[in-house]
């Protein structure tokens, strides 16, 4: 990191960090199990349970 960064940078830089953390990655990750699950719900409702 350059020794010349404007410190509003870098605040910003820390809050879209933070965001990123605490907010965007664990709602990604919660819809992807999420997706994953109704495309196996899906699948099960169509082609029946596994075995059958």
Known sequence: ???NADPG???RELRLFLFMTVV???V???LTVAAYGFL??????LNGPPGV
């Not at 196996?40 to 409702?45: K, S, T």
């Open 1 to 3: 990191m350059s020794q």
């Open 9 to 11: 940078t870098r605040k």
């Open 24 to 26: 965007l990655f664990p």
């Open 28 to 30: 990604l990750a919660v």
């Open 40 to 45: 196996v719900w899906m699948w099960q409702l």
